[in-house]
């Protein structure tokens, strides 16, 4: 039989450079990994979690980082070690200096591109002390300092509303059911469709925040099925079109990498 | 939204969620056969899309591959698939379902000759997508395509390039089957073949925590697929 021929061209995405500008996320011209369409190989960058209330830190993941968790820098290092393409930093509390001097310490020890999840006023100081990276800065307004803002959008509508043309990394939420996994991925599909289309308000990279499968465990769950939950959540994302991968597990972020490495044919 | 078909009362394509299926190898044996069908039941009875099983005959003797079927048959009442190289293991087997099996594993002619005989709906295979197509065109019975996926990649690849040509082509409008193996990756597959078009997924084996995480997807991603 022969076959119509069934390949789609699209508009190029919007690229981003991060981290010592030796990183880039976005630049799709086409749904992700599709051969069909004549993909870029490129896989997600995956971004291991650290955050400095261990506290408030799931035990059950606290367990995988060999004891380097107490310290946040150190465990950053770790996942640089084990091939993490980035770091999100999670500081809480108030302290400027210190949470300025352990986002310059993530940065220079790692070299990675950093994403800093903290309040506004932590958030404006790290914008204005650390010059010698492009950090990922979680904000709710676009940014004209050289960083690059990460905005929690609830849709491809308020997303070109909120970024315009703007340098900027979206998010779109994260999963807390398993149920809300279908709403994300309709959700980072209808912004990808709309930039694929040529609406270059929508042509920004996507990020997303995986780790909520390790806060959903309930007593029966063991390290292994939040990873596999983890891992999963992460290859229906990344299918959907997500650059980014915030990630909490270590065995999970080496699937997905190994995943998009796949999908992409690296 | 695909065409559907039905075996063993199920239906399988459509808006339905994608049908899940774990296997039964002959060579087990039949008393072992009969643990393992408990096992799978055990497994999956709180997970509604685990609605079918596959007998795979590996050992391709028509008489142990016949008594492993009744055996899984007596005490199994879902969809039942019955997969076999040998026309006449499949011919011997689907005597003894009351519900029409969905048969596969040999070549087009004796699964089209298969079909018109017992009236069992048919799943075609081939990696070639226009070889696929032309078997389709040429069946008597209803069926569902494979395209013989052997990775993440290829599941992704194909599935999406069926799904756009059932847009065109009406042969192309069936539902798409993966098979797919054991363990994670097995559930890596599977799951780009819910969240990509798959409606029936065949897998060797997987553990409690790979089935509860497949049947979630099957149920978020009813709607995405179409």
């Not at chain 1, 051969?35 to 955050?51: C, I, M, N, Q």
């Not at chain 1, 809300?180 to 040529?198: C, M, P, W």
């Not at chain 2, 391709?60 to 591959?65: A, H, L, N, T």
């Not at chain 2, 013989?148 to 042969?171: F, G």
């Amino acid at each position: 039989m022969r076959l119509p021929k069934t390949s789609r061209t699209a508009s190029e995405l919007k690229e981003l450079r991060l981290g010592k500008g030796d990183y880039a996320a976005g630049g799709a011209h086409s749904l992700p990994f599709l051969d069909l369409d004549g993909a870029r190989r490129r896989r997600p960058l995956v971004f291991g979690e650290v955050t400095n209330d261990l506290p408030s830190y799931p035990a059950l993941a606290a367990e995988m980082f060999s004891g380097r968790q107490i310290d946040p820098a150190e465990w950053a290092v770790m996942w640089k070690e084990i091939g993490s393409d980035g770091v999100c930093l999670r500081i809480t509390g108030d302290d400027i200096p210190s949470s300025v001097s352990l986002v310059k310490a993530v940065c220079d020890r790692t070299r990675l591109p950093v994403v800093v999840d903290a309040s506004p006023a932590i958030i404006e100081a790290v914008a204005s002390e650390v010059k010698d990276s492009i950090l990922m800065l979680i904000s709710d307004h676009v940014r004209d300092d050289g960083h690059i803002a990460v905005i929690g959008c609830r849709d491809a509508e308020e997303a070109s509303s909120v970024c315009g043309e703007h340098d900027a990394i979206v998010s779109f939420g994260h999963v807390t059911e398993e149920a809300e996994l279908g709403d994300l991925v309709g959700r980072i599909e209808g912004y990808r469709a709309r930039g694929l289309s040529g609406d270059g308000t929508c042509s920004n990279p996507v990020i997303v925040d995986v780790t909520y499968a390790w806060d959903t465990l309930d007593e029966d769950w063991d390290a292994r099925r939040a990873s596999m939950l983890e891992a999963t959540e992460a290859l229906a994302v990344m299918l959907a079109g997500a650059d980014m991968l915030i990630m909490r597990g270590p065995g999970a972020a080496d699937m997905a990498r190994v995943y998009g490495e796949e999908l992409a044919d690296l | 939204m695909t065409g559907t078909i039905t075996f063993s009362d199920i239906t399988v394509g459509g808006d339905s969620p994608a049908v899940l299926s774990l296997s039964i190898t002959d060579a087990l044996g039949p008393q072992m056969a009969a643990v393992r069908i408990v096992e799978i039941m055990e497994r999956t009875s709180d997970l509604d899309n685990f609605k079918a099983v596959c007998i795979r005959d590996d050992i391709s003797d028509p008489e142990i591959y016949a008594e492993t079927v009744r055996v899984v048959s007596t005490v199994w009442d879902g969809g039942i698939i019955l997969e076999s190289r040998n026309p006449a293991s499949l011919l011997t087997a689907s005597a003894l379902i009351g519900n029409l099996p969905l048969i596969t594993g040999c070549d087009c002619t004796s699964l089209s000759e298969l079909g018109s005989i017992t009236g069992c709906p048919v799943a075609f295979r081939s990696a070639d997508i226009s070889d696929l197509l032309d078997m389709v065109e040429s069946s008597p019975v209803g069926c569902v395509i494979d395209p013989a996926t052997d990775n993440m990649k290829s599941c992704l690849e194909r599935n999406t390039d069926l799904h756009r040509l059932s847009e065109r082509i009406p042969e192309a409008d069936r539902p798409i089957m993966t098979r797919t193996w054991s363990g994670e990756y097995a559930l890596a597959v599977a799951s780009v073949s819910v969240m990509r078009y798959g409606s029936l997924i065949v897998i060797d084996d997987l553990d409690r925590d790979g089935c509860v995480i497949l049947n979630g997807l099957a149920d978020t991603f009813r709607g995405h697929r179409n």
